[in-house]
């Protein structure tokens, strides 16, 4: 088949041709959307948490486009241990505050331009965040200098001029398990703040990140344990990954062998990324007009050398030796299981816990593990203990 029409997308942050088995989630911010635009009401913030490639920076971005072209305030940012959170949320309003000005009536937008520039000056005080248009900072609010407090005043700001405007306000941050301990902390206070308004102003929060995120925001603040709609995003189940595999090819006429969509379904294992690898190597060796057993044995196997050699072993290069040994010994242990640290300890010959601390938290920080409760490890990438035991 002419591999120019494949349609099959892997690769990370790009949108599948069919978003199989998140309908949930797209029906429940459809909601989010309508009283936002009907009500001019707010819900609580959202967190995405799961592993690797399972889909999480393409549904923020799905949420994004179901906004971008109706008028709202949006801004999306990815954590990164190199930026401040409080400069990357300035440079993406940016963005959103000039896309907002050639939408909507200055005179509405003059406040809310006033205090970003008070907020933005706070965070780089060079002026070098402009909006485009010719606004003095308004002093007193979301200039105090505690990100916290003033994060709150501008989201507050944002969500009222919002209402006024009869839009919404969307925040993303992706990656957010990057986020240092204090900006958790200072995020779960603007967003605490928030949300304490008899009428909830329609500025909506969507983070997400690995697994270990929700411990993470607990731990900055106890509160945060109630303060957000946590939705795992996970593996798909079979029906969804079989969505995934059988309907980008039925509008090119293409059909799967039940033999061949069965194994297909197999060597995948519901991982959203490895689906999409998958269908893309089956079909660029497929002759057509259908997808047979032979092309899944032939193209699982390509898809399976193109995650080893990118996703698996670059990830395995950046450990250490002794590290390497504490991954073994996960794969062994657990498989694609959290292992507890005590058993690993012991299957590991050592004679303390805290002699594998070194090693568990440099994974931890390289993002190959998280721990998904106090004692356990598990990897961050689904298939990864496969890899791992194949190494030698």
């Known amino acids: 088949m002419d591999p120019v029409d494949n349609p099959f ?24 959307r309508r009283r936002a635009e009907e009500l001019g009401e707010g819900e609580r913030a959202w967190v995405l948490n799961g592993l690797l490639g399972v889909g999480k920076t393409v549904l923020l971005n799905e949420l994004m486009s179901q906004v971008s072209d109706r008028g709202w305030i949006t801004a999306k940012v990815e954590a990164t241990a190199r930026t401040p959170l409080a400069v990357a949320l300035a440079h993406a309003l940016v963005r959103g505050m000039r896309t ?27 002026g070098a965040f402009t909006v485009g248009a010719a606004i003095e900072p308004i002093p007193g609010v979301a200039d105090s200098g505690r990100f916290g407090d003033d994060l709150a005043a501008l989201f507050e700001v944002l969500g009222e001029t ?9 925040v993303l941050v992706d990656e957010l398990q990057e986020a240092t301990a204090e900006e958790l902390t200072a995020l ?21 990140g690995l697994p270990s995120l929700p411990a993470q925001l ?7 344990e109630r303060l957000y709609d946590y939705r795992p995003i996970g593996l798909l189940d079979e029906a969804a990954s079989r969505s995934a595999l059988t309907d980008p090819v ?20 519901g991982y959203p990324y490895f689906l999409q690898a998958v269908g893309k190597h089956m079909w660029d060796v497929s002759a057509g007009p259908d997808i047979t057993l032979e092309d899944v ?12 050699d990118g996703l698996y072993r670059s990830r395995w290069e950046r450990a250490t030796p002794a590290q390497r040994d504490l991954l073994r010994a996960m794969a062994e ?4 299981q959290p292992a507890s640290v005590s058993e690993l300890t012991t299957a590991m010959g050592k004679r303390r816990v805290s002699d594998l601390s070194v090693s568990r938290n440099e994974l931890l920080k390289k993002g190959l593990v998280y721990a998904p409760e106090r004692g356990l490890l598990a990897f961050t990438v689904p298939g990864m203990h496969t890899f791992v035991r194949e190494q030698h």
């Open 9 to 32: 997308r892997p690769g990370a942050g790009r949108r599948p041709p069919v978003l199989a088995g998140r309908e949930p989630v797209l029906q429940a911010f459809m909601v989010i």
């Open 100 to 126: 907002a000005t050639g939408r909507h009536p200055e005179s509405t937008l003059r406040r809310v331009l006033g205090v970003f520039k008070a907020f933005s000056l706070r965070v780089d005080p060079t």
């Open 162 to 170: 919002s209402r006024e405007l009869g839009v919404g306000t969307l």
């Open 188 to 208: 779960n206070t603007a967003i605490h703040q928030l949300g304490q308004h008899d009428a909830p102003l329609p500025l909506t929060f969507v983070g997400a």
């Open 218 to 224: 607990a731990e900055a603040t106890s509160y945060a």
């Open 250 to 269: 039925r509008g090119h006429g293409v059909r799967w062998d039940d033999d061949a969509l069965s194994q297909a379904l197999t060597v995948a294992a």
């Open 297 to 308: 044995e032939v193209g699982g196997a390509a898809a399976r050398r193109e995650v080893d």
């Open 333 to 336: 242990l657990a498989a694609d």
